[in-house]
């Protein structure tokens, strides 16, 4: 295409309302603009990066054996409440009612639906295996949509959903996807890690998450420095530090008038957050949850949540609920006493002597608190890993980074073909439900994690596979025939090849072009200028510095070299 | 593909759900299935042929100079507030609040969006002229879905919108997509004829419809007998029957108890309807208008609109309000002494004589009435052509079909521009509005339009272009080994030629796999059968009744040939 004819909409300022450089890329290339918060629309530009990601998804999809579908965004409340989650999804569900009044919800994913259709569809093993997967508008109401595309409220999501009469089948499946994402993410250029990522009340090691390391990701990523382990800290194990045995000393009520958080009172007490034990109350559904970790170590939400066999609503308990809980204002909080639902221990807890805790009085703690002889609950890991401690796999040091997840491959199980009643009949002429697996990949947020990874201060530097444009032919002063004529000849004999050229015939200084060029991070520069009369162009790659100076009629073999350096074909 | 992988769902039955063929033989061959009324879900099939659709549809907007685009669904209601559509869409407008409590829409069409994002790109007149397309989901709420995706509720709908600096410049963007259409209809094998439309409050001849002929077509299309000319009733200009001029009678009032319909006062003053002027009453946004046509005749909703300069609500009178303009019960209203805000007179009725009307007081009407004698009005064309009529070109008969909007094309002018400020520096420096077009193509509805018009008794008949597989290999005997082998090579070679081939190596009988080929509509059929041993398959066309017998090495060039015959190449 000519530029000329083109929507050109690069912008030389950062866009104030962007923070990290994907989103302040997108704008400035011109790829994207905003509707509304987390609402954006795609710019010519932009529009063809994410056709040529999904492009590189379905390709590999297809060669896995899934099967493309597309289902409605708009789902009817009926099948969200046979599933259980049309209450359970809360505040980041988009509903909305027709003109009858009926419930709907714009899907925030679509594992009723096609649930559903597999209910509908499949009546026999013998149609088993199956892997129908879509391309398609998603929609959660984020509380805080933010950074761009990468945290938006409407977004394109590749979601698949698995349907085997067995385990053994769904490991198949799931291994199938697995091979396949990490298939998609190279050839996008993209260094997305795969993770061990928590399955809720499945268990099991049946989710893995794929993770670009981002400074501004929602997601803790343990990585050991010596094997390849790698978790989300959802789902990676602590290990207990084993206090040196002490001596039991005799229980002890201190009065600590002013001295309620962990920091006051290693002040008051002049000693370690070591010594102490706190015990945080939550409001899980309705229930008084209680857990009790080291004073300088952080409850996983996540442990404690699957331990209690799945939580919708998980909330620190209010006021009332602690003085309920502990007769005591919040701070004071502590395991000897206490009314609750469930009073959860952590494992390094059991291993501690002659601690301290709350009294459940106001103004009071107790020293020399010991598990077992002062009280019991239930024991478990319900701790964040911290940095430093071992690896499960090899005992080394892990370290922790901060990433966003790309992709996510899940096993449900029976989780909704149960639910949904949706079975078929096996060889013995049973009826059983479906094994499913659930397998997604954010489309919009991987190409903001690829801008993430392939930019420099002068733009984004897309690779090749996924670029909006292979080449630009840029002539240097459009007012000579010459130039022009030689940019022409390029322009035309290269789109003759296949290759997704571009020519920079607007009627704008060289600098401008050149600029536009590298902020839009298109692979490949001919610049046709005053070399033509020694039969030369220029020819540079956006991921490296150096211009050379190539003859004319070596451009097509040049670029020809490009696309097999980079394993494509044209 | 091999179909032993693939999710089959053809049906023998005829699900009663569907009234039409497209919607029947949708259902039955497995290529789309329903999530809720006028919501559905596609299934791999139609899927396919969606997409196969969409391409014809890209490529043609590309060689136009269309530049792709993704706009998202959700709109902000700010954006239809400053057009004045918010309010003025009514029910068909799905409307949803966020978390915030912000009022969204899920777009019924993106005028506004479009609109918006030219004033905010396009500063100067270098930049026009200037075509942005998408191929994007619509969303609206109406009243009666039905027929499948003839009409639904949540449709794929290829949306352009073009940019100019004058009429001249739209003339030529609106020609451009008028050629884009034809061909776009073409290469899908739809025969759509291209009608005039009614341009609102616009005028002129600025508006096109695709329409293909349909029983249950929501619109009625003229047609001319002799010449080429065709249009919207809407649209379509009606010519007055000029009756012979009668001596005025005078003026009499008659009691007609139990007459109020054209029907019943046909019966009592034993005469012909077209002795009749009938005034009817319509609530146009809270107005009162009355409309007089003679008693054969329909009142065209469009036409009365475009005189009052464009309507939003548009609706009979209710009895109080009849009686407030009459001072009658329903059926009594006449022109003279009404009490309304604009008393419209089809022209007609100024060249009949001594006629019948409403006296404006229960059981009673006029005779021997004359326009100007007794009453005036504003004067027009306010009735739909029928039948018979004469040709507004050629003078000839015309006719009237019922018919479907593939397409419409639509010269907007400066009606968004100017609401929403949407303007650009001319070359004088001055800012002026954007001179827009908007063009349609209704991809679902196409998808059903064309299996309208391509089936048989047995099943779909896909023109080449959008079938969802070219050709079906099908072993007779899944067990014969040779068969099998046979069958596997010429699935291998088509599929390395680029032929999109599926076999059917499924363990059913052989009708069974030809009724699916069938039904499914796949344009070419190749049988492995007993014939092998002579070195020979069964080639058939789904178009032709005729099947042939081949040598296994010819296969590959008849398959050509017929990609060749169809100008399509592989």
Redesign the interface.
């Known amino acids: 295409m000519k530029m000329s004819?083109?929507?050109i909409?690069t912008l030389r300022e950062v866009p104030a309302e962007a923070e990290i450089e994907s989103h302040k890329l997108m704008l400035r290339a011109?790829m994207m603009?905003k509707?509304?918060a987390g609402?954006?629309?795609?710019?010519?530009l932009g529009?063809?990066v994410?056709k040529n990601i999904e492009d590189v998804v379905r390709e590999e999809m297809n060669a896995a054996?899934a099967?493309?579908?597309?289902?409605?965004?708009?789902?009817?409340a009926e099948l969200w409440q046979e599933s259980g989650r049309w209450d359970a999804y809360g505040?980041?569900m988009?509903?909305?009612k027709?003109?009858n009044q009926?419930d709907?919800c714009?899907g925030p994913t679509h594992e009723e639906?096609f649930t559903d259709?597999a209910r509908?569809?499949?009546k026999s093993y013998k149609?088993l295996p199956?892997n129908?997967y879509q391309i398609q508008?998603k929609?959660r109401?984020e509380?805080r949509p933010r950074f761009g595309i990468m945290r938006s409220?409407?977004f394109i999501m590749k979601d698949a959903y698995s349907f085997d009469k067995d385990e053994a089948g769904l490991d198949v499946s799931f291994n199938k996807m697995h091979a396949a994402y990490v298939s998609i993410f190279n050839r996008c250029g993209l260094d997305a890690k795969c993770v061990e990522a928590d399955s809720g009340a499945i268990g099991g090691s049946n989710s893995a998450e794929f993770m670009v390391k981002s400074e501004v990701g929602e997601d803790d990523i343990v990585f050991c420095t010596a094997c390849d382990y790698a978790a989300n800290i959802e789902k990676a194990p602590s290990t207990p530090d084993m206090g040196e045995k002490e001596e039991l000393k005799e229980l002890r009520k201190t009065e600590t008038p002013n001295a309620r958080t962990i920091e006051e009172l290693v002040n008051f007490f002049n000693c370690s957050k070591k010594n102490f034990a706190k015990t945080l109350l939550f409001n899980v559904d309705g229930k008084v949850i209680a857990v009790m970790v080291r004073g300088d170590r952080e409850v996983n939400e996540t442990k404690v949540s699957n331990v209690l066999g799945g939580a919708v609503e998980f909330e620190m308990a209010d006021e009332e609920m602690v003085r309920k809980a502990t007769g005591a204002a919040i701070g004071f909080a502590g395991p000897i006493g206490i009314k609750v639902d469930e009073l959860l221990v952590d494992t390094e807890v059991v291993n501690m002597y002659n601690f301290i805790v709350g009294a459940n009085e106001t103004g009071y703690h107790f020293e020399n608190v010991n598990y077992g002889r002062d009280f019991e609950g239930k024991v478990g890991d319900y701790r964040n890993i911290t940095i430093g401690e071992k690896c499960p796999h090899c005992g080394e040091e892990i370290t922790i980074s901060r990433g966003t997840e790309v992709g996510h491959i899940f096993k449900l199980g029976t989780k909704y073909s149960e639910s949904m009643n949706a079975n078929f009949i096996d060889e013995d002429g049973k009826s059983r439900p479906f094994m499913m697996g659930c397998y997604g990949i954010g489309i919009t947020r991987t190409m903001a994690s690829i801008i993430e990874q392939h930019h420099d201060d002068n733009g984004i530097v897309w690779p090749l596979s996924v670029a909006p444009y292979h080449v630009t032919v840029i002539p240097v002063n459009i007012k000579d025939e010459n130039q022009m004529k030689i940019a022409e000849e390029i322009y035309g004999k290269l789109k003759k090849m296949g290759v997704d050229v571009i020519m920079d015939d607007r009627n704008e200084r060289a600098g401008v072009k050149f600029k536009d060029a590298d902020l839009m991070g298109v692979p490949m520069r001919i610049t046709v200028g005053k070399k033509i009369v020694d039969g030369e162009v220029e020819f540079k790659l956006r991921n490296e510095a150096d211009t050379e100076v190539i003859a004319i009629e070596t451009v097509a073999s040049r670029v020809e070299e490009i696309f097999a350096k980079n394993n494509l074909s044209l």
């Open positions: 004819n083109m929507l909409s011109g603009r509707m509304a609402v954006y629309n795609y710019m010519p529009l063809k994410l054996g099967q493309e579908f597309l289902a409605s965004a708009m789902i009817p505040a980041e988009f509903r909305l027709d003109r009926r709907f714009l639906v259709i509908n569809e499949i149609q199956l129908l508008t929609y109401d509380r409220r409407e």
